[in-house]
């Protein structure tokens, strides 16, 4: 057994076969792998990894078999999943995921790779463990599976921890502990104990104040949509996807310095001289056809804007974000004996929704010094009925670093 | 200048008249209330008092007078009344405040006495002062009495976070270095900056966590209307209620072991054998009567159901709780550069309006060896319709320390 | 099993003997002693009491007999003890003990009756469990009493930790976690494993930073003097100490108030309006006879410099602390795969000794207005030598309200 | 102004000159820059970097000159200073720093040229500041040079903190606030003022329980000499020392992967297969030719001992550090009316300075297989007299995570 000390859950104790995981290239991978992406930009403290999230999991797992009495392979297993969730992601986490995607096809293939081969597919196969179903339960398949990627997963529980400490900001703040001690299984469903109506809402309520604040706050997203526009670059240009699912941060990072077409890219994002926004809309007056586009065609579009405002291409960035879920209402609570799930018990699910859905908003950016023809471009380019609605930057007084650090406005 | 060290703002500083006012003994009593009264059954460690409080407020004030230019007699006013906000409560804080209404009349009247005389007027003079100005500060009047009392006032920044930090309940958190930074007077109205309305939120969701959580669980809600029907016990015995605005919590506890009508009332609360829920009802099934209720009626009623019971009229207590407020749904924050408030911005306002609502409820508790009788009785005496909604303990399996300590549940 | 929130531990689950134990009068009392007395006059914050504070002890205990591989009725035996250590104190914790034992004896009888009577006693019983075994551990005797009352005990763990939570001072940061985990038995003797000096070293480091700092603050120490006198002179004119020692803190504070010589200490405790320090000397000018007087020379003393000085005798307060002493020195650590005593390991222990000896002062405390009459008295009276030596507030520019609060030189 | 949300300060607002200058190419690398280099192999969550610790800085920088009342063009100065102090540092912070000067001469002049030229030295020219005598301050050098880099320096209390905070590790706990409201100057020196020996006494123990337990920690010492070998094989092979000091981490990780020599050490970092201890031994049995050796001579015995071992050149790491130092023993204290360094005042100086002259290891590192080979061949090489002082791996049981993670020991 192994000890480590971590700053939100203090010592980790790592056994069995997660102490054997922890030794595998793949899994070392992880410390080079930001947590929150681009989101440093905005929160200079957020640079904590993957690696640190990972064992975090891990350790929720753990205590959360325990609670509920499972021991054994079949722990090990969900032990295993914990540990190696995040063993797919990208560089800089969830921002290049999507250019991976487009050409390497669905994710859980890509992650029952990962798992089967390797020094991770070993590891897993000498404590007598079988890659495929340490996958599966990765992807949240199963009884089990919901502890590692549910609605009341400790992926979650982890990170909004994690996420909170790191930025700062205070609205992560649910309590592990209490979550993990009222996890019940009710006809297979991982549910919570009764009395838990509120602890529930807890979960959902630090995703909605995270989620503007840090998550979606439109500096990061900027910095991100250049990113993987840059990303997109190096595929086009040549670079294997499967290849790029592989890098650390620091290795796009200095690819992207190192190739032409991305290098002012790159040095913008290493000056942190950001694209500003040009549009930023209400999704309610995007088209249909904008809204739901594929990768393919978003590109297409950036490049017909540019086109229109005569710029060059690689000074558009289009960024269309898909819209906001809420895993979290699909909950599932014991209230007077029987389960439920919280959107049908807590009143404030629909108005999460709504306020989710209010926030949700297409941006169009660019160098500042063509924010105007660009936007101007966009609107037409895109048929964009934003009358009212378009929010540019000159228009609602949000420039000024203030905002770019912390505002959680649009 | 002095410096106070606190648990929560770490360095307080102390200048002006706030050093005066701080060596009242009026002042100095609120180091003997506790903060929370008797939600310390529930949560052990929350035993702050109202004198760190105060400073804390104090200290809000001072920084938020600073964020917004205010400076001189102005500014050291409104710090005064930050300072005092709080001297016009008795013992164990809100918990016995309807027993001293009842007969001392109305509470501002109190306060402006308190802040008029001995020491505290003395001082309040010394510096230039008029505590009857002073007092309309207290009370929320005027355009820097919102800073005290109001939907962004500085008591609320502190106590959030204070008792999260105290009770260790993680829902407390908002962030008052924002909040205060953001503070601006718009046409005489205090008002969130533009790009704030999540931070208007946070304030909201953290008081609609704090409450059922914290603030009206069931247990500090059964120990505090144990303590109140004792305290009335004593004046119906002849203790002066102005008297009892003066105590602070050791002497109303001495009191209540020496008075022979309140000493088993006052071991049991020595011992924490605390009345159970005999009835536990949603407020909807309540009978308008019961809900409007005066101190007077409530007092006849929990009588009248003793006697229906068979039981001593010490063990039966009748809590009706006014119904939820939500003063921080009329904060006003800047969107796209008009005031707005939040309940007209937010749909999380309805919602939480909706959920608080909903966990209101009526309470009679009795010693655990009567709850079938009493509640029995007080369903017919009060004319309760609750057939499916009558929750007593028994039937929710609620029972049991878990629960006592820190269920959020009914 | 019931589990309570804590603002330090988090979550405390409590189980078998001790949630039985917790819910007895004995035990219940504690919440009502404060666990640093009169510190709080110096940091506001600092209101914990003993029963938190056991509770968390319980906790520590519990997880290290897990880590020793404990258990059965011997580490429940210690789980009792863990709960119970501190039942034996009196109101204000160390502040009136010696007044308690002048009178009542051996403080280990104590509480060996405390444990084998009542509640407590039924239900150790009622779990097999002898009270007099219990009170055996408690008082650090045998091999596992070592961790409730030893140089590496489990309440040391808790109480640096929990006081620089609740004072907000932050040098009482060890890591509890690691020490817990680093325990080990070598021939029945406690011991820190291979790699834990330096563990060790922050423990006493630990409390050489909080002594001058929090337990040992001059204001405090006047106050609790202030105090100590008395509670002695409630005990002179006829409360039985054993009565004293079964006090919660606000029956001692209203007894003093309520008692004609008592009266005006009990006022200027509730006002703040503390002795100040007419003498303050190392104890290297002060002889012998002093130093080592037992408390009735002391009181003899206290008159004759009233007498001497001309004023009331309850106007003139003598402080003489025992010499530190600094058990942890003693702690034993695996170096090399030996035992060593830490103070033969490590060359900080003499030297913390050395600063602790130089903090060490003898006060004389009176009312502001007398303390030149009574510091010139005490000087004489006292045959002190003390020369340079002699530190009176008005030499040092201590005076102030920073110093009050939380200055931690002389 | 704008204002960054920090982790540790919570809200650091930046205005003047440092938001001009937070904006430059210069200051934006250190956001790619880890403040503890390969210390996160031993505490995986500090992965800080010089960015959010130059902000932390320049606040405390901020909040000293306000509180000694020093404004204007002189405070932007030190302001200036405080957020460059660290641009001379190459990537890894201290871990390739050696590499650097070897070749490049003085680190001040690195320093001067640094803020002299590109948009540093406009920046601040265009605020009237002079980039020379900034540097001076960077330099510790005159009287506010003191704040910046001195005994009792800013850059100080703001790592020892953020240090503690990201690595989990409860022992860098001093108090900003505290020691920068007593920070006075006295003859043109900065000082505590009196009270406040504790205060200094803080510093020193802080670093001397941070040194062990985090920044000399073996596991994060072995990560570090392998990188600072890598570096130098770089420059042996014809990198220009001044462009290695001009990258970010993720230039450095990238080139060592690429270059033939050093992609076998590369790979070994990346996942964290870490050299072993050959030999670790009191630096007493070390002849001083060693200890005193500079950078050619220790690369030659490097080889020699290879050589002498009959393993390649690149698996045999010297690691000698420098003498233990004690800045902070020379910190001034205003004790009874003069000012007195620490050393004169406390018997803590000189046990810390022995504790740490205790600690100081001599290590040969070498892959886990040829640790006994390299072992021997160093103490014949290097003339080691380290008889019952050898301490490699075998013997002490030191191996195991457990170790690699956190132990303090050796």
Redesign the interface.
Known sequence: ????????H??VEVSGVA?GLL???TV??L??VRQLGTV?YV???A???R??HS?GVYHLASRALDSLGVAGARAERVEAAALLHDVGHGPYSHNVEDVIHRTTGHYHDDVADLLAEGEVGETLRDHGLDPARVARLVDGQGKYGQLVSGELDVDRMDYLVRDA???????G???P??LI?ELRYVDGELVLA??????A??LL?ARA?MN??VYSHHAARVAKAMLRQAAERLVDDGLDPAGLRRM????L??RL?EHEATAETARRL???RLFKRAVWAEMDGVPEAVRDADAGRLRAAERAVADRAGVAPERVVLDVPPAPSMRESRTRVVV?GETRRLDRQ???V???R??GR?QWRLGVYAPADSTDAVGAAAVRELGLDIDGALVRETR???Q???????????
């Open positions: 057994m192994l000890t480590v000390k971590d700053s939100v203090d010592h102490a030794d595998t290239p070392q991978r410390r080079r440093s929160y200079p403290s640079n904590h990894t690696f640190e064992l400490h790191h930025t700062g900001v205070p609205y703040t649910i309590d502990g209490r001690r009764e009395g838990n109506v509120q602890s809402e807890s309520l104040l503007p604040t650390d941060d620091a290795e990072r200095v310095r290493d000056e942190r007077n807590s009143p404030l629909d108005a999460l709504a306020a209010e609602t007084g949000l000024g670093r203030l905002d770019d650090f912390e505002s959680a406005g649009p």
